[in-house]
């Protein structure tokens, strides 16, 4: 891997040394595969031993910034090994479009930027390796019944465990289905690349968001 990309070991109670290799060499794999489409510099990885882990995978991402990542493993969680390979690889590179998206525009603090910051990074994650969307990305059979809300707040500060996780009156993973059919719906009627899109605001999104969303 390419002195751009630096990896650290938070381990102290050396609870991840078994699967090291296994997870080094899923980053580099997915280095190799990003390299391809956009550079990504500078950018410090931060391997840590946590139980606050997607269950279903026993492992997650979080991109606090443009310059840094943070990948949480649980080894006791039930599909923590099972999931290092391919399904870690779309982890981090859904975290590096966050990356990208963080050293242009921002994350955002608004509905409408949340939305779309989380809709790039999944299409983001799907046209690198030809995957379908992630359960998160396509948890609400219907959108359309959220779409008049999602216009009206686009441009709102928002609840973040509500519209991702469940916390309120929204279904859990709502945010994440509605940003990825939008995003998807620019980006499958051929009106930028996704890297390019991922350096757009997130206003050139909002005009054509309930025709993805119906």
């Known amino acids: 891997m390419g002195a751009d990309w630096t990896t650290h070991f938070a381990d102290a109670r050396g609870r991840l040394k078994p699967w090291r290799g296994s997870i080094e060499a899923a980053i580099a794999r997915t280095h190799k ?8 510099e500078q950018l410090d990885i931060v391997v840590q ?40 690889e779309r982890t ?24 779309i910051s989380e809709g790039l990074a999944g299409v983001f994650v799907r046209d690198l390796y030809a995957s379908p969307p992630e359960p998160w990305e396509c948890a609400l059979g219907d959108t359309a019944a959220l779409a008049d809300q999602v216009i009206a707040e ?23 289905t509605i940003g990825y059919r939008i995003v998807a719906y620019h980006a499958d009627n051929a009106m930028d690349d996704i890297v390019a899109l991922t350096t757009r605001p997130a206003s050139d999104f909002k005009t054509l968001a309930r025709l993805a969303l119906q």
């Open 33 to 40: 595969r990003v390299r391809d489409r956009v550079a990504v």
């Open 49 to 88: 031993d946590s139980p606050r882990v997607i269950r279903e995978l026993g492992h997650v991402g979080f991109a606090p910034n443009g310059w840094m990542v943070y990948l949480s493993f649980d080894p006791e969680a039930d599909a923590f090994e099972s999931n290092l390979d391919t399904p870690l």
């Open 92 to 115: 981090l590179a859904h975290e590096i479009n966050h990356i990208l998206r963080w050293r242009g525009p921002g994350y955002g603090a608004t509905l409408g930027e949340a939305l």
């Open 154 to 176: 686009w441009d709102q500060a928002y609840d973040h465990g509500e519209w991702f996780f469940g916390t309120g009156q929204h279904p859990v993973w709502a945010g994440y």
